[in-house]
């Protein structure tokens, strides 16, 4: 599949970007410290952006970057079943990568970081208030916005977009999305963006790092899936397709 070297590396930017804006927003000593949500949802937009560029650009025309995105697009028939499968594990190892870059780019800060809990939020979500159900409804709810409206945006309805316009359209919602929904998780929407990166913090020889919070890991990871499904069926529904 020609597309699997550029999600691969896409994702990788994605999460060397994404974790990168949380560990300079969280680290002690960083310069960026304390900067603040409108810092890390700004900057998220904007490495979903560079990463769908640089998907497109290693082959992978749909610049997808995202399991759930993956899944909305096997159901409307541009994937198979399989060529699912294959792209979203290279989008989890694609993570996984840019995770460790971000953890390699601030290595002498996490020592200096006691916050157990602060260093695993570079890496993945986490819910401000810890309600399974609810949490799992805020992840559907996010993804669901996030399939929709670039179905929305992409509709013949709308018409031809310029393709190097596509990214940062997009990116705009994804800065759009944090803003609105991303309080109460963190707004992940997307299993690889969550699941990579916390086998990189299980994995990695992080300082002072405490568990990574397995417990929790099936919301990010089922939830963005079920939101894309129900996507599609709302878009079937209004015949968007």
């Given at each position: 599949?020609?597309?699997?070297?550029g999600?691969f590396?896409?994702?990788?930017?994605?999460?060397?970007?994404?974790?990168?804006?949380?560990?300079?927003?969280?680290?002690?000593?960083?310069?960026?410290?304390?900067?603040?949500?409108?810092?890390?949802?700004?900057?998220?937009?904007?490495?979903?952006?560079?990463?769908?560029?640089?998907?497109?650009?290693?082959?992978?025309?749909?610049?997808?970057?995202?399991?759930?995105?993956?899944l909305?697009?096997?159901?409307?028939?541009?994937?198979?079943?399989?060529?699912?499968?294959?792209?979203?594990?290279?989008?989890?190892?694609?993570?996984?990568?840019?995770?460790?870059?971000?953890?390699?780019?601030?290595?002498?800060?996490?020592?200096?970081?006691?916050?157990?809990?602060?260093?695993?939020g570079?890496?993945?979500?986490?819910?401000?208030?810890?309600?399974?159900?609810?949490?799992?409804?805020?992840?559907?709810?996010?993804?669901?916005?996030?399939?929709?409206?670039?179905?929305?945006?992409?509709?013949?309805?709308?018409?031809?977009?310029?393709?190097?316009?596509?990214p940062?359209?997009?990116?705009?919602?994804?800065?759009?999305?944090?803003m609105?929904?991303?309080?109460?998780?963190?707004?992940?929407?997307?299993?690889?963006?969550?699941?990579?990166?916390?086998?990189?913090?299980?994995?990695?020889?992080?300082?002072?790092?405490?568990?990574?919070?397995?417990?929790?890991?099936?919301?990010?990871?089922?939830?963005?899936?079920?939101?894309?499904?129900?996507?599609?069926?709302?878009?079937?529904?209004?015949?968007?397709f």
């Amino acid at each position: 599949m020609d597309n699997l070297l550029g999600e691969f590396v896409g994702t990788m930017v994605l999460i060397a970007f994404g974790a990168g804006v949380c560990a300079c927003n969280t680290l002690n000593k960083s310069k960026g410290q304390g900067g603040g949500w409108i810092c890390i949802t700004s900057a998220w937009g904007f490495a979903v952006m560079l990463g769908v560029f640089t998907s497109t650009t290693l082959g992978a025309p749909q610049g997808d970057l995202n399991p759930a995105v993956t899944l909305g697009k096997t159901l409307v028939g541009i994937y198979t079943v399989p060529q699912f499968f294959a792209t979203s594990l290279v989008q989890i190892l694609g993570a996984m990568l840019g995770a460790a870059i971000a953890w390699l780019a601030y290595l002498p800060h996490w020592a200096e970081t006691e916050d157990k809990a602060a260093k695993l939020g570079i890496f993945c979500t986490a819910p401000a208030i810890r309600n399974y159900p609810l949490n799992f409804l805020c992840e559907v709810i996010a993804t669901f916005f996030l399939m929709f409206v670039i179905w929305m945006i992409f509709s013949k309805q709308v018409g031809t977009i310029p393709p190097a316009l596509g990214p940062y359209i997009v990116g705009l919602l994804i800065w759009t999305l944090g803003m609105s929904f991303g309080g109460p998780t963190g707004y992940a929407m997307n299993p690889a963006r969550d699941l990579g990166p916390r086998l990189a913090h299980a994995i990695l020889p992080i300082a002072g790092k405490g568990g990574s919070d397995w417990a929790y890991a099936w919301v990010p990871v089922f939830a963005p899936l079920a939101g894309a499904f129900l996507a599609y069926i709302v878009a079937v529904a209004l015949h968007v397709f």
